[in-house]
Every structure is written in C-alpha cells, then in structure tokens.
C-alpha cells in the first residue's frame, strides 16, 4: 500500500472514530457532548440510571443538558436558562406506567403546586402511551415557552409555564428523585 493510499485509510479512521470522543456513554448508550436547541448550544451535564422494583430493573438512561453545566440542583431549578433531559429507555413502560410516574414525580416535586399544575400534567399524560428498549422521549425547557415533548425525535406538543418546567425538572432535581444516584449522575456525577 502506497504511503498516500495510508495516510487516506489513517485520516478516515481518525475521522470515523472522532466523533466517538465527542459522546459520553452510560450503560451502551452514548449522547453527544453538545445539543443545539432552538439555536442555542447544551452541554451534557451528566448522566443516570433509572432503576426500578426490588430486582433494580434498568428502565432508562438520562441525560441533562444545560447551558451552563452545573453541579447545584437547586441552581439548575433556579436557573431560566434552556435544558434539555433526555430519557433513553431500556425497559418496555406501558402508557399506565407512564402516566403513574409522572403523576407521582409531580407529587414529590412540587406538592404545594399540584392544583395549578394538574390540568397540564394531564395534558402531558395524554401525550403518553407505551414506550420500549431503544425508544427516547426528549423534553426541551425553553425560559419562556415551557418544555417541549419529542417523542423519538419527532415533536408531540408544548407545555407553557415555567412552574411546570421547575416542577418537571424537579422530579429528578428536587429532594425527591427516583433514585439517588439518577439525580447524582444528572449532576455530573458516575453513571451507574
């Protein structure tokens, strides 16, 4: 092989495997470093593991982007900034199941909220039904507007409010995540 042919077959490899060093992985699942929401660039904040039941079940990967990455919970709720959280799942939910999460995630994160929030939690449920392994859902916080459901990849609909923003990054932000060590991996901390 020729020393030009080399260097070709060199910088096509260098260039196939760079993206990989632009990614971050959690349990096969990679995210890109960066996201562009609506013109504005996210940086991957973290990533975690949503287990569930006694038997630990991994239902889904998370993954936050912020735009200014931060490991203050209570500054990223503050923060009117635009966040993207991405739930890469694992496990087969049923729509029940889904609909049940988010009424309790709302519960523990924003109980004095609920009455003002209910009708677009409902909206939000009527948006659900069944997800499974290697399905995403993607919901875009914009100061502003609300967040902004895709549903792998395809958008589904908007919920205005920044209460309702608050409130649904508080589910996994709040003082009252679905595990410990979700809401430490969203944080910047080990994805496990």
Known sequence: M????????????LAA???????????GVAFPEHVTVHGQTLTLNGLGI?????????????????????????AILASDAPSEIVLHFLWHVTTGQLRSAWRDGFKKSAPAELPALRARIAELN???HGVGS????TFVHLPGQGIEYL???VPQGS????????AFLGIWLGPHPPGRALKAGLLGGACR
């Open 126 to 128: 009527g948006w659900m």
């Open 159 to 166: 919920i205005p409010g920044g209460d309702f923003a608050r």
């Open 2 to 13: 020729s020393i030009r042919l080399r260097c070709l077959a060199l910088a096509a490899v």
């Open 134 to 137: 290697g399905q995403s859902m």
């Open 151 to 153: 549903f792998n990849g």
């Open 50 to 74: 949503r287990k569930a039941t006694w038997f630990r079940i991994k239902v889904y990967v998370g993954a936050l982007y912020l735009a200014h990455p931060s490991a203050d919970a209570a």
């Open 17 to 27: 495997t760079s993206g990989l060093a632009q990614a971050r992985q959690c349990d």
